[in-house]
């Protein structure tokens, strides 16, 4: 028998169900707008609370290190150092605690060597334009070389080759005063803050995720792999982007699997038996529609069990173990293997566990690789028979979710 259904064959994806209208089309973007649309402010993706600690920590950096320096009697001249590098630096170590560029080596080492760069090509290069350029890229370069990119540095660089009273082995006294005062103010307020400071590395993360048993849907080798052929300085630590990444796939395969239902990839109408019929019959029927299983119903629709191709032949001919299947399937046809008549509900599976047409397909996963079921009978709102899923739809529905 084939159970009433609205649907004349397999729903689908939800997205399926109706076709947009012509007129809805969004009205297609010029290239130069879109262009333009480029110089636009991008949105910011912090909350007033953190707006608020970065600039409460901010104002506490310069703040102390200024009055510091005004205590030991560093501020001679006034502005020698205290210099737009202090508050970008600030910006970085404070605002951007997990970037690449805030972390200690990089703010330590990059201003000192910036402004050491700057000190030497300012002794040894005349021509100011010639000095300021060569400075900041031979900066920039050695920045990279040590692997302690810190854009702030690079103005410390050209500070030296502009300002002579940088022109002294005092200018770098200045420098590293500057640097590790911050880079202890940031450690200790970020920490204070519930932000980490100096950022964990790549390794610890790894290691603390096996620990506690998490898989991530992507390897380290996939990571490097995109950050290669990206070749370019991200301002972003390896840690955050890779739970940045996994945060986007699970989101992703929530939006694709969250919200899809049993009946959207059911296979409706279902052809079902009842339970007085012969095992003949049952075998017919599904040699008939291609089906390896059936469920079995009364006369309200209501599911009471099921029946597949392996019961069939395991209970039907159970005598003749010895036989192999193309026999067995012959005798089945032929009915000369049954030693006696019996019926669909002697040898079906019953209870039978049925899901309702709005449970979530994610709730099928467990039942289909714990417990070993192949197909789950779905029922509507008052628990009749609408639909079947197979566990290879629910496969093919995973495949689907997670192909690019």
Same mark, same amino acid.
């Given at each position: 028998?084939?159970?009433?259904?609205?649907?004349?064959?397999?729903?689908?994806?939800?997205?399926?169900?109706?076709?947009?209208?012509?007129?809805?089309?969004?009205?297609?973007?010029?290239?130069? !707008?879109?262009?333009? *649309? !480029?110089?636009? /402010?991008?949105?910011?993706?912090?909350? !007033?609370?953190?707006?608020?600690?970065?600039?409460?920590? @901010?104002?506490?950096?310069?703040?102390?290190?200024? %009055?510091?320096?005004?205590?030991?009697?560093?501020?001679?001249?006034?502005?020698?150092?205290?210099?737009?590098?202090?508050?970008?630096?600030?910006?970085?170590?404070?605002?951007?605690?997990?970037?690449?560029?805030?972390?200690?080596?990089?703010?330590?080492?990059?201003?000192?060597?910036?402004?050491?760069?700057?000190?030497?090509?300012?002794?040894?290069?005349?021509?100011?334009?010639?000095?300021?350029?060569?400075?900041?890229?031979?900066?920039?370069?050695?920045?990279?070389?040590? !692997?302690?990119?810190?854009?702030?540095?690079?103005?410390?660089?050209?500070?030296?080759?502009?300002?002579?009273? $940088?022109?002294?082995?005092?200018?770098?006294?200045?420098?590293?005063?500057?640097?590790?005062?911050?880079?202890?103010?940031?450690?200790?307020?970020?920490?204070?803050?519930? *932000? &980490?400071?100096?950022?964990?590395? /790549?390794?610890?993360?790894?290691?603390?995720?096996? +620990?506690?048993?998490?898989?991530?849907?992507?390897?380290? &080798?996939?990571?490097?792999?995109?950050?290669?052929?990206?070749?370019?300085? #991200?301002?972003?630590?390896?840690?955050?982007? =890779?739970?940045?990444?996994?945060?986007?796939?699970?989101?992703?395969?929530?939006?694709?699997?969250?919200? #899809?239902?049993?009946?959207?990839?059911?296979?409706?109408?279902?052809?079902?038996?009842?339970?007085?019929?012969?095992?003949? =019959?049952?075998?017919?029927?599904?040699? =008939?529609?291609?089906?390896?299983?059936? /469920?079995?119903?009364?006369?309200?629709?209501?599911?009471?069990?099921?029946?597949? $191709? $392996?019961?069939?032949?395991?209970?039907?001919? +159970?005598?003749?173990?010895?036989?192999?299947?193309?026999?067995?399937?012959?005798?089945?046809?032929?009915?000369?293997?049954?030693?006696?008549?019996?019926? @669909?509900?002697?040898?079906?599976?019953? /209870?039978?566990?049925?899901?309702?047409?709005?449970?979530?397909?994610?709730?099928?996963?467990?039942?289909?690789?714990?417990?070993?079921?192949?197909?789950?009978?779905?029922?509507?709102?008052?628990?009749?028979?609408?639909?079947?899923?197979?566990?290879?739809?629910? %496969?093919?529905?995973?495949?689907?979710?997670?192909?690019?």
């Amino acid at each position: 028998m084939t159970t009433p259904s609205s649907s004349p064959s397999r729903s689908g994806d939800p997205a399926d169900s109706s076709r947009a209208n012509p007129s809805d089309d969004p009205v297609p973007v010029l290239p130069g !707008r879109v262009w333009l *649309r !480029r110089f636009m /402010p991008a949105p910011v993706q912090v909350d !007033r609370k953190e707006r608020l600690r970065m600039l409460l920590g @901010i104002v506490l950096a310069v703040g102390i290190i200024a %009055i510091c320096a005004q205590l030991w009697g560093l501020l001679h001249p006034p502005g020698l150092w205290m210099v737009a590098s202090l508050a970008a630096s600030s910006v970085l170590v404070i605002g951007l605690p997990s970037s690449p560029l805030a972390q200690p080596w990089a703010v330590v080492a990059g201003s000192v060597v910036s402004a050491a760069i700057g000190v030497v090509v300012a002794h040894f290069v005349s021509p100011l334009i010639l000095a300021a350029a060569l400075a900041v890229g031979l900066a920039v370069g050695v920045m990279l070389l040590l !692997r302690s990119l810190h854009p702030p540095g690079a103005s410390l660089a050209l500070l030296a080759v502009l300002e002579p009273a $940088t022109h002294t082995g005092r200018y770098l006294g200045f420098v590293l005063f500057d640097v590790l005062l911050l880079v202890l103010i940031g450690i200790v307020y970020n920490r204070l803050t519930g *932000r &980490a400071y100096p950022h964990e590395k /790549p390794a610890e993360k790894t290691a603390a995720a096996a +620990a506690g048993g998490k898989h991530s849907p992507f390897t380290t &080798a996939d990571l490097d792999a995109a950050l290669k052929s990206y070749n370019g300085v #991200l301002d972003i630590s390896r840690g955050d982007l =890779e739970r940045l990444m996994e945060h986007a796939a699970k989101a992703a395969f929530q939006r694709t699997l969250g919200d #899809l239902r049993c009946r959207h990839i059911m296979s409706s109408p279902v052809h079902a038996i009842d339970e007085s019929a012969s095992l003949a =019959e049952g075998w017919a029927l599904m040699q =008939e529609h291609a089906v390896k299983a059936l /469920p079995v119903v009364d006369a309200e629709q209501a599911v009471i069990g099921i029946i597949t $191709t $392996t019961d069939l032949l395991y209970h039907e001919f +159970a005598p003749e173990e010895k036989a192999g299947l193309g026999q067995r399937l012959r005798s089945l046809i032929s009915r000369r293997g049954a030693k006696k008549a019996q019926h @669909i509900g002697a040898v079906m599976s019953s /209870p039978v566990q049925v899901a309702g047409m709005d449970q979530h397909v994610m709730d099928l996963v467990p039942m289909f690789s714990a417990k070993g079921r192949r197909h789950v009978p779905i029922v509507d709102d008052e628990n009749r028979l609408i639909g079947i899923i197979s566990q290879t739809d629910v %496969i093919k529905t995973l495949a689907d979710a997670l192909t690019p």
